[in-house]
Every structure is written in structure tokens, then in C-alpha cells.
T-cell receptor, first 114, second 111 residues
Framework: DSGVTQTPKHLITATGQRVTLRCSPR?????VYWYQQSLDQGLQFLIQ???????AKGNILERFSAQQFPDLHSELNLSSLELGDSALYFC?????????????FGSGTQLSVL | GESVGLHLPTLSVQEGDNSIINCAYS??????FIWYKQESGKGPQFIID?????DKRQGQRVTVLLNKTVKHLSLQIAATQPGDSAVYFC??????????FGKGTRLHILP
């Protein structure tokens, strides 16, 4: 158990809808990362937060947004969903948000857009 | 663009044998590399890391080798066990401080 909690584990929705994925980092970790994993693209970095502030942005679509709350949990919002958004979404956390730290990943949220 | 790739998408190894998983990276400015293991239904899990000022690092049953000349990284698993079945990702920290993951190699253990 990595200590990172993601909910829900599975999400099935329709095109055009909006969903929210939730992540609680490991106790003591200040930084949260969101990754998308699909069969053809592998693990793609979406966005990173550190202590409530956005720190780095990756290949995140404009339809997607995220935030980190004062209690350090994070939410990833996906809107106007398309079939191609079906993927595993992982949250990871680290203590300092530095690039030379190991990441602790949650078990992911499997999103299916029908 | 910069990328991290894996030579073999699937590797089948006899139980008890050693496994070698390879990874090529393209950014010569990368100075930190990590191997992650992802078991079915779980998120990636840190295995071992290495910095560019080293060419070898050993952990418990795992060794990572770094060859900067040919920009090659490998993960060696000694005495492979059924519990080693997973997808293994290499990741590099590029010059822009972003983590780039390879697509992964699936390790399949033969009984």
C-alpha cells in the first residue's frame, strides 16, 4: 500500500459528461501529480501541484483542470468527455515536489467513456 | 523530441533465471533515472534509481546499470520469481526537470 488514496476506482460515463477524480496524498507529502495511462500512450504527465499551487504542467487538455486543496487532497476534473479520454488516471505524491524524488502512486481510477 | 523507449514490449523468463529489461533514452542532459514496477490493478511502484554520476546501483535482487555513452539503462532482476510478473517502466528526468516515462516492458514468468 503506497499510502496514496484514489477514488473512485472505476467510473463509467457518457460522452459530453463531466467527472471528478479525487486523490489523497501520503501523509506528509506536499506535492501531488496526475498521470494518464492509456495503452497507446503509456504514462503521460498531466499536472503537478505543490502545497496548493500549480508547479508544473504537462500534456493536460484545456477540458481538464485540477486543484489541490488546503488539506492537500487533489481533484482532477474532466469535462466534455470524449471516447478517447477513456484511460487509467493515476495520482502520485511526493514529499517536496522535487524531480529527484521517488513518486508514490495510487491504484488509479479507471475511466470508461461510452 | 525527447523520449524514453523500451527495446522489448514483452519479456518471458523462466522462474529462477535472471531477467534483464532494457531502456534507451535520448536526452543526454538527463541526470536521474528511475525504474518502476506496475503490477496488474495497481499503480507504479518505485524499484530503484540511479544518478548520472554512477554506472551501477544495486538493491535487493535488482541492479540498475547506466551506460551514458550509448544512453542505455537496464534493470537486472536476479532469480526471477512469480511475484516479479509486472510491467516495468524506466523514467528519466529530462533537462526541463520533467519526468518522462517509457511505454513499459511486460515481464512474464514461465513456470
Amino acid at each position: 500500500d503506497s499510502g496514496v488514496t484514489q477514488t473512485p476506482k472505476h467510473l463509467i460515463t457518457a460522452t459530453g459528461q463531466r467527472v471528478t477524480l479525487r486523490c489523497s496524498p501520503r501523509s506528509g507529502d506536499l506535492s501531488v501529480y496526475w498521470y494518464q495511462q492509456s495503452l497507446d500512450q503509456g504514462l503521460q504527465f498531466l499536472i503537478q501541484y505543490y502545497n496548493g499551487e500549480e508547479r508544473a504542467k504537462g500534456n493536460i487538455l484545456e477540458r481538464f483542470s485540477a486543484q489541490q486543496f488546503p488539506d492537500l487532497h487533489s481533484e482532477l476534473n474532466l469535462s466534455s468527455l470524449e471516447l478517447g479520454d477513456s484511460a487509467l488516471y493515476f495520482c502520485a505524491s511526493s514529499e517536496r515536489g522535487e524531480m529527484d524524488e521517488k513518486l508514490f502512486f495510487g491504484s488509479g481510477t479507471q475511466l470508461s467513456v461510452l | 523530441g525527447e523520449s524514453v523507449g523500451l527495446h522489448l514490449p514483452t519479456l518471458s523468463v523462466q522462474e529462477g533465471d535472471n531477467s534483464i529489461i532494457n531502456c534507451a533514452y535520448s536526452n543526454s542532459a538527463s541526470d536521474y533515472f528511475i525504474w518502476y514496477k506496475q503490477e496488474s490493478g495497481k499503480g507504479p511502484q518505485f524499484i530503484i534509481d540511479i544518478r548520472s554520476n554512477m554506472d551501477k546501483r544495486q538493491g535487493q535482487r535488482v541492479t540498475v546499470l547506466l551506460n551514458k555513452t550509448v544512453k542505455h539503462l537496464s534493470l537486472q532482476i536476479a532469480a526471477t520469481q512469480p511475484g516479479d510478473s509486472a510491467v516495468y517502466f524506466c523514467a528519466e528526468i529530462g533537462g526541463d526537470d520533467k519526468i518522462i516515462f517509457g511505454k513499459g516492458t511486460r515481464l512474464h514468468i514461465l513456470p
